[in-house]
């Protein structure tokens, strides 16, 4: 028998049952009873009206005392207020789905900081969010102020039928135990095994040659409509995500999923264009119902504190997590039934072997399967999708500037020749990491992050007195805007120029300033995996 489950709608719903359904009714009654012991009569429309204009009074009253004590806690501090745009919920709303669907990322963050600055807030039904970027800020969340800020209840509700309480979307002793169980499968050792990369990409170059040999046009473009949205017509290229999703399965999980097997799409005049094989394969159902998830999960965000009341009759997510779990089941059963039998693959938290996988590491540690799920699909999303990214832009960059791709290659050539790559062939070849770096901070894979204030705090304003930063406030950081600012960068920052990197541009600008450029987050949460990503990207160029 089922187990009834609320949607995000109904709990929404009983959580503001007070101010909602209680307050009004009370002050009906409230009026009625004052009305009949003074023996005044009323026309009918008013007793209908009264419920909903005390809720507005009662709405304004707290608004007014709110914005008082966040002052008067304001000048306690010495700091100020920051620039608050003046445009309604609505408005707000409408222009960022009209974004979301057709622009780019933070597309309205840059509007507004023409007009406001690098730094401002708005009010999205009734709640407050701060919008900077700021290298300092993003320090001073991040790192310097590290214990006042966190995810937050609102984030983890955003995202919890998708990531459960995984790494990303967890704060405290769950993050702490997230993170502890996942930091030695990225020690140096580990990483620096180039069988996994190299096997998969010679699988990947191996799939693109039949196809072209085949007389159609390689489709790197996924066919789902939330990627041509984030990122225009150049989409996460499905070549790659496959190459990722392999490579990322066999490392972390000691399995390889083979979604290469599922074959390339055929361009959609081919006869062969999806193909029943192709489009029921395990694999592809799986990249689907992800990033459908994916998708509306971002729509969440869009909606402030009221997004359940759009997903009222049923979690727009959960069908996706449900498939999502359905296909990483088969691998966490097999590691259930390893451990059942006494199997061991590592003797202490020290020693990580090099056939350990964060899958069993995970079971042996934990015997909470919702936990280890959490954390699998969370580490799949890093492993697949922001690596996927990466290496889409980079070919693209390669495409758009055959220069940069002939110094590449001629680097490679020379430091490599046809050998395979080592960690350290890969820590010499700066104009390789340089490349990389600058396609990072033009198409960061993750282009905003956000975090909410754990208590009222300041964040420091140059010049000037700082911004107050009330608690529970979500703070959102755009990485996307901060590495394309000319200020930070310089007048050619909107250019793609690797030079940057290793020229005196590195000292006038970077050097001196190092959050200017934080493609893998920063401070304590640092993306453990970014050396990973940048030997698998290095290792399928080196191809």
Request: charged share 20%.
């Amino acid at each position: 028998m089922a187990i009834f489950q609320p949607t995000p709608g109904i709990v929404y719903l009983f959580r503001t049952v007070t101010t909602v359904v209680i307050l009004p009714c009370s002050a009906f009654w409230a009026l009625q009873a004052g009305l009949r012991q003074f023996e005044v009569i009323l026309p009918p429309w008013l007793y209908l009206v009264a419920p909903f204009l005390s809720q507005l009074i009662i709405g304004i009253f707290w608004n007014l005392l709110s914005r008082f004590f966040t002052l008067r806690d304001a000048a306690a501090k010495g700091a100020i207020m920051m620039p608050s745009v003046q445009e309604t919920s609505l408005s707000i709303v409408r222009s960022m789905l009209h974004s979301f669907k057709n622009g780019y990322p933070a597309e309205r963050f840059q509007k507004w900081s023409e007009e406001y600055g690098n730094t401002f807030s708005f009010s999205l039904f009734g709640e407050t969010r701060m919008v900077t970027m700021e290298p300092s800020h993003v320090k001073a969340v991040l790192a310097i102020q590290f214990q006042d800020f966190q995810k937050g209840p609102g984030t983890y509700a955003m995202f919890e039928s998708l990531l459960g309480a995984g790494v990303f979307n967890s704060d405290g002793d769950m993050w702490k135990f997230h993170r502890n169980m996942t930091r030695p499968l990225f020690n140096k050792d580990r990483i620096s095994d180039f069988d996994n990369f190299e096997r998969h990409a010679a699988g990947t170059i191996a799939q693109i040659k039949t196809r072209l040999r085949e007389g159609y046009p390689v489709d790197f473009q996924v066919g789902l409509k939330s990627y041509q949205r984030t990122w225009g017509k150049h989409a996460l290229q499905d070549v790659v995500a496959r190459f990722t999703l392999d490579s990322a399965t066999e490392y972390l999980f000691g399995k390889d999923v083979n979604s290469m097997s599922a074959g390339l799409p055929y361009p959609a005049g081919s006869p062969l264009a999806n193909h029943p094989h192709f489009v029921n394969h395990p694999s592809n159902v799986f990249v689907k119902a992800f990033a459908k998830g994916q998708e509306q999960s971002a729509v969440r965000l869009q909606g402030g504190r009221t997004w359940p009341l759009r997903e009222f009759w049923a979690d727009a997510v959960k069908p996706s997590r449900k498939v999502v779990d359905e296909f990483v089941q088969p691998m966490l059963a097999e590691a259930l039934e390893k451990k059942a039998k006494g199997v061991k693959t590592s003797s202490s938290e020290k020693d990580v072997g090099e056939n350990m996988s964060l899958l069993d590491r995970l079971v042996e540690n934990t015997d909470n399967t919702k936990d280890i799920q959490d954390e699998l699909l969370n580490i799949l999303v890093a492993g697949r999708d922001t690596t996927a990214s990466l290496l889409t832009f980079a070919v693209y960059m390669m495409c758009e500037h055959p220069d940069m791709a002939a110094r590449l290659r001629s680097e490679i050539l020379t430091k490599v020749g046809a050998r395979r790559p080592t960690y350290e062939d890969i820590r010499d070849m700066k104009y390789l990491r340089a490349f990389l770096n600058e396609t990072l901070r033009l198409y960061p894979p993750v282009p905003g992050n956000s975090r909410t204030a754990k208590v009222a705090t300041t964040l420091p304003n140059k010049g000037s007195a700082p911004y107050y930063v009330p608690k529970d406030t979500r703070v959102v950081y755009s990485v996307f805007l901060m590495h394309r600012r000319t200020d930070l960068w310089g007048p050619d920052a909107l250019e793609f120029d690797p030079n940057r990197f290793l020229d005196s541009r590195l000292h006038q600008y970077l050097t001196p300033n190092p959050f200017i450029f934080v493609p893998f987050n920063a401070g304590p949460r640092i993306c453990l995996g970014q050396q990973v990503r940048v030997l698998a990207l290095c290792g399928r160029h080196s191809k």
